[in-house]
Nanobody
Framework: QLQASGGGLVQAGGSLSLSCAAS????????MAWFRQAAGKEREFVAA????????DYASSVKGRFTISSNSAANTVYLRMNRVDTEDTAVYYC????????????????????????WGQGTLVTISS
């Protein structure tokens, strides 16, 4: 089970950190990712981290501004969002994938929703101009 938190209202140019706490299984056993869905749009990939944290992937729209990380001791995955823009306004979801190394062979695979088995409930991030 995944529980996302940390969403809220932030001014453009500011920062925000999201957390995704896992229960029942260790995050180090899964690849973890953040997706987001803006109003009226499809859900899109944001960032992913491999099990044990050795590999990272970011959507081009957030690369250089967002950082995904995992803490196995806390069994939590984080998304640090810097220099946010109004285009970042969305509901953010964390997700876990049990596909293991297969997920990291293909960029298309690890950015695909259907490769993730467990989803959190989402947390709303609103960026004001």
């Amino acid at each position: 089970q995944l529980q996302a938190s940390g969403g809220g209202l932030v001014q453009a140019g500011g920062s925000l950190s999201l957390s995704c706490a896992a229960s029942g299984s260790s995050v180090s056993a899964y690849s973890m990712a953040w997706f987001r869905q803006a109003a009226g749009k499809e859900r899109e990939f944001v960032a992913a981290v491999s099990w044990r944290g050795g590999s990272l992937d970011y959507a081009s729209s957030v690369k250089g501004r967002f950082t995904i990380s995992s803490n196995s001791a806390a069994n939590t995955v984080y998304l640090r969002m810097n220099r946010v823009d109004t285009e970042d306004t969305a509901v953010y979801y964390c997700a876990a994938s049990s596909f293991g190394s297969r997920l990291w062979v293909s960029m298309r695979a690890r950015r695909s929703e259907n490769k993730y088995d467990v989803w959190g409930q989402g947390t709303l991030v609103t960026i004001s101009s």
